[in-house]
């Protein structure tokens, strides 16, 4: 067993440290400021109280969000919604439950960690060892399955906390049901022989949601470091619910740029597993954390998955002697088993998964 124990990014930064150890000073790409060039889409789903009940949409208010939706995913990867259905009640209490983690005694969060070979609990960084050439990254976080419940890896849940295990039910419920009707909607515009075909693709019942809670604490040398390092997220989709901190960027034509926070809104990504469905027509795009010197920011990334065994290519409908295959099919475990143990990778994941000839002829 390789000696997998660091010090914890919390303890560092709550010991008051000035100056960071080598093993997080990275060379970071600046970000790009200019808020008027770049704006990640915002889309009004117009969800009143439930994200159950969009039923009642009548044609051209569903046809005109799932456009919204489409165009997004196709030009940007990334974007916002706003009236989702997830009431803010919800929404606090599974910051309040998570933050109450964060705040137990080292050793009680201790007695969650993960392992070198396995990212399930808490954690400081994926894919690192300590002989590599990895750098480490400013922020700690907690990782488990949360639906459905018997996937959860019940040694690394914190059951002694108040609310965790009920607020994590319901807003796992609500965010399946999300994640249905966005792969309902994307499944449409691809034309694809039903709305429920990505769905399906994914394993419909049997798809797993699991969540990334990250704490990000503030940080003494902050242009030193990355809270994240840049990723493509290696699921299907992912909802991202964010405090009011900034530091999310992503790529967008080569630069960085803030993710901008914007109150009760959740993020949504598109990450490899839709792109490769989608043979490139939806893009899994490259974002990064980044820290601040006197505030800490918290974010819960949830992310919809297929089982491993299930095999992700593109989808045939999509294939013809125009459109060949431009990805590999892989069984999404062996997919995942190479992103956590290479870790954090920008796109390289998604790279190495493109068929070589594509790979040839678009170069
Ligand atoms: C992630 C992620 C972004 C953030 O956990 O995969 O991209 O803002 N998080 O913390
Ligand atoms: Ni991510």
Redesign the pocket.
């Known amino acids: 067993m390789e000696n997998w124990a660091f010090t914890r990014v919390q303890t560092l930064a709550d010991n008051g440290i000035q100056t960071i150890p080598p093993e997080y000073v990275r060379r970071v790409e600046k970000t790009h400021h200019d808020p008027n060039r770049f704006q990640v889409p915002i889309i009004d789903l117009q969800l009143g109280f439930s994200s159950q009940q969009h039923d009642h949409f009548c044609k051209d208010q569903y046809d005109s969000i799932a456009a919204q939706i489409s165009r997004a995913a196709e030009n940007w990867g990334f974007f916002q919604i706003i009236n989702h259905g997830i009431p803010d009640s919800l929404i606090a209490r599974v910051q309040e439950a998570s933050k109450a983690f964060f705040q137990l005694p080292t050793q009680e969060k201790e007695a969650y960690a993960n392992e070198a070979q396995n990212p399930i609990g808490y954690g400081s960084k994926i894919g690192y060892s300590p002989d590599s050439e990895a750098k480490l990254e400013w922020g700690d ?1 907690y990782y488990n399955a949360i639906w459905p419940p018997d996937m959860r890896d019940m040694s690394k849940w914190p059951i002694q906390l108040s609310d965790f295990t009920e607020s994590m039910d319901e807003y796992s419920r609500e965010l399946s049901k999300l994640f249905e009707l966005l792969m309902e909607v994307l499944s449409r515009d691809l034309d694809l022989e039903s709305e429920n075909s990505l769905n399906e693709s994914v394993g419909g019942e049997r798809k797993g949601l699991h969540i ?1 809670i ?1 704490y ?1 604490p503030p940080c003494p040398q902050p242009d030193l470091v990355v ?2 390092a840049p ?1 493509s ?1 290696p699921n299907v989709l ?1 909802i ?1 619910l ?1 405090d009011q901190t900034p ?2 960027q992503i790529r967008k034509d080569g630069a960085w740029i803030d993710v901008q926070c914007v109150p009760g809104a959740l993020v949504v990504n598109i990450a490899d597993q839709m792109e490769i469905l989608s043979n490139g027509k939806f893009k899994s795009i490259e ?1 990064r ?1 980044v820290v601040h010197k006197d505030r800490s920011r918290m ?1 819960w ?1 949830v ?1 919809c998955s297929p089982p491993r065994d299930v095999l992700v290519s593109p989808k045939r409908e999509l294939i013809d002697e125009q459109h060949p295959p431009l990805y590999q099919g892989a069984a999404y475990g062996e997919y995942l088993t190479k992103f956590f143990k290479k870790g954090l990778d920008g796109k390289g994941h998604i790279h190495d998964a493109k068929q070589q000839d594509s790979l040839v002829s678009n170069s």
């Open positions: 976080y990334r990250n990000y809270g994240l990723h997220d992912t991202l964010r530091g999310l974002h954390g974010s990334a992310f």
